[in-house]
Structures are given as C-alpha cells and as structure tokens.
C-alpha cells in the first residue's frame, strides 16, 4: 500500500525572489596569447569557472590562485582582473546573467558598465569565490545551460532560468558539504593531480593503473578519493569530459563526426553518437547543425 506524503514548505529565512536572464553562455579553450583579462566595472553578472588551468584572479582587493573547479562570482558594478600562468592549458565555463530579468535584460553582451545601476545585485549569501568539491555538479548544468542559450522558444526560456537557478542551488551546497567529504588536503591534491592528468589524455587511454602511478598512490585508494570528492567514478569522469571536449570539436572545429569519434578512442561513430546523445540528449549530427 502506497503511503501518503503531504509536505508544506517552510517558510525562508529571506524571500529570494528571483527570475534570472541568461545573457551569454560561453565555453571558452583560452589560446595561449591571451593570458590576461581585465573589467574594471561590470555592467551584469558573471561567474567565471576554470574547468582547467591556472594563475591568479583580483576581485574585491583580494588577490585567488586559480587551479580547476575555482569559481568566480563577479556582481554589477565590480571589476577583476586575471592572469593565467603561461604554458599551462585554460579551459574556462563563463556565464553572464541579471538576476531579475526586466525589459533592460535584453540588451546583448557586453553590457554597458552604468547598466550595473539598473541591477538587483546577487545578495551575500554567495562568496565571490570558492573551490568546488562536487564539480560535475556545476559542469553538467553548465552544459546544458549551453544547449539552451542555442534555442529559442517558451521551453528553452524556462530551461535557461530553472538552469540558472539549479547553479546558484549547487554554488550554495557547496558552501555546506562537509570538509570530510575529502579526506584531508593530500587527498584533495592528489584528485586534482589526477583531473589534470585525466584532462591532458583526453584523446588517448589512460589506465587506471597509469593514473594511480602517475599521481603516486594505489588504485584502490584512487577509486575511492576521487568518488569522495567528485561524486563520481574515474571511469564515467574521464568519459565525461572526453565528450565534452568532443563537443567543443563539433562546435568549432572542421573535423568530420567520425575523425572526432577516433580522436577521443571511440570504437566507431553509432558508439560515439550512442554515448554522446547519453550525456547530452542530443546526437553529434544535431550538435554540427547549430
């Protein structure tokens, strides 16, 4: 017999009010002549995630190394400044947004810096940094935040606004996920050593027996840091993020869909559209249509 849930929703400690606009999604391979960025005044909201490299990042007077999963919470009206040490791969995941959509919102990228005047301001609550533990959480929505900048219609809309939600939900978790989570700053190390390992063997294989190695540790003891501090196994990581750098190919480059399928180690392209349409809902082919 099937029991009954009735819940009522407590009240909140603030009202949060908020239907945001996504004015820009950016998946953005950083090429090694740009190695510094400067806004001194921000006319919307930006969060800039480094899914890879590294340097330092100025906002609010505070200067932040840069490594993966660093995130930056940059609020109208605030500027940054950032370098990226040289030699280093830069993989950035950007996203600029009002809080409040209004009639001004559709104004297109870049934002005119007196724009900020006009914006409601993303409350306290968020720190303008932090380093994520669970960032697949934050990598999958921003994917399909990307998916949904590209369409148009009252769907999409309400896909870039629940999507954009959803992000300020896991950027809010974050702040409350137990330090035990990661057992101990080595071990956080020794999964962020294994993530850039993973990130420069995206168009090879790489054992898992290789990465343990490489990183200086066992398998087993690999396995099961690296799920306490991404949520996720190796295995379906690595194969995340060889689909997503196999998406960024279908995007920008003039590789055919069966030289990319080769080039990220998969055994023929129905494999590759097969596992593609699994994590994205769409197929290679509808991805090189856009």
Known sequence: MNEQRFITTPAPNAPQPYSPWLRLAHDFPVDETMR?????????????????????????????????????????????????????????????FDLIETPHSYHPH??????????????????????????????????????????????????????????????????????????????RRTVEAAIAELSKRLSGTLSLAELAAHVGVSRALLCRIFREETGESIQHYFAARKLQAARSDLLYSRLEIKEIAAKYGFADVSHFTRRFHQLTGVTPGEIRKK
């Open 36 to 96: 510094i960025f400067e806004q001194s005044c921000l006319g919307d909201h930006a969060l800039h995630y480094f899914h890879e490299g590294s340097g330092s990042y100025e906002l609010r007077g505070e200067t932040i190394p840069i490594r993966p999963g660093t995130v930056f919470l940059v609020r109208p009206g605030e500027g940054y400044y950032f370098q990226l040490d040289c030699g280093v791969p830069v993989r950035m995941y950007n996203l600029h």
């Open 110 to 187: 870049p934002v005119p810096p007196e724009a900020c005047r006009e914006q409601v301001r993303y409350p306290e609550t968020l720190p303008p940094h932090q380093q994520l533990v669970n960032r697949p959480a934050y990598e999958q929505t921003f994917l399909q935040l990307l998916d949904a900048a590209s369409r148009i219609g009252p769907e999409a809309e309400l896909e870039r606004k629940s999507g954009l939600l959803k992000l300020f939900a896991v950027l809010h978790r974050n702040l409350s996920l137990s330090p035990g989570r990661a057992t101990g700053e080595s071990h």
